[in-house]
């Protein structure tokens, strides 16, 4: 039974793996307009290969900034978001204009897309977050640091057995030969990964031109008014 789940769970990664994804994204302000996109195997391989590349928390937020702009250029050449420009005055009244309402529910969409497969280790994805100044209203996707997974310690390398141990075994009764035998040093512990789980942190796609990295920024300091000066 244990043989048949665990065949089972390798069918059903392999098949996700394999799978395409769909979803909607929106534009023209306020998701005025949606068009449905859809990324092919080969363009996810891409960002799970980005993603699975981080080995901390830091690095994986890093990589998501990366990821987002790539799923954005697919989505690019299936609608008219490629006209997008960082902020809202560079691209006004164009096709495919994105505010930060646009940019905050796709952006949430994608980052969902890559947590619904299992590639994110080291996040969560949130609900949009809504910051306010004066009679100014921003909008963001949001993701939340988790627990670290337990860090996996590496065995030391096996030491070589000298040559004349085993002529002498031949030879002999001579079990204190073994002695000379080295022995390996203990595995040393595995190294600490610090954590701040529990922290959050903006993902900001509506401060950069189309397919550009995000900016990830602790959603703290989001809220204070930081990230560019883009209008």
């Known amino acids: 039974m244990r043989a048949c789940s665990v065949a089972a769970l390798v069918a059903l990664w392999s098949g996700l793996a394999q799978a395409d994804a769909s979803l909607a994204v929106c534009f023209n302000y306020s998701c005025a307009a949606t068009a449905t996109v859809r990324f092919e195997p080969q363009r996810l391989e891409a960002v799970r290969a ?34 997008d420009r960082g902020g809202n005055y560079l691209d006004e009244g164009v096709d495919g204009r994105m505010d930060c309402i646009d940019h905050s529910t796709t952006t949430t969409r994608l980052l969902e897309l890559v947590e619904a497969r299992g590639w994110l280790r080291f996040h969560r994805v949130l609900a949009p977050a809504r910051r306010t100044r004066f009679v100014f209203q921003h909008f963001s996707a949001v993701i939340e640091e988790i627990e670290a997974p337990p ?24 079990p204190d030969v073994l002695d000379d035998i080295p022995r390996p040093p203990p595995a040393a512990p595995p190294a600490p990964n610090p954590t701040q789980a529990g922290a959050r942190f903006a993902v900001d796609s509506w401060f950069v031109d189309h397919g550009d990295p995000a900016v990830v920024l602790p959603l703290a300091e989001w809220l204070k008014g930081e990230g560019p000066n883009v209008q």
Do not use: F, K, N, T
């Open 50 to 83: 980005v993603l699975a590349a981080a080995s901390a928390a830091a690095a994986e937020r890093a990589a998501l900034a990366r990821a987002v702009g790539l799923l954005y250029r697919v989505a690019g050449e299936q609608s008219p978001i490629i006209a």
């Open 151 to 174: 860090a996996v310690p590496v065995p030391p390398a096996a030491a070589p057995v000298p040559d004349h141990v085993a002529v002498l075994l031949a030879l002999c009764d001579c």
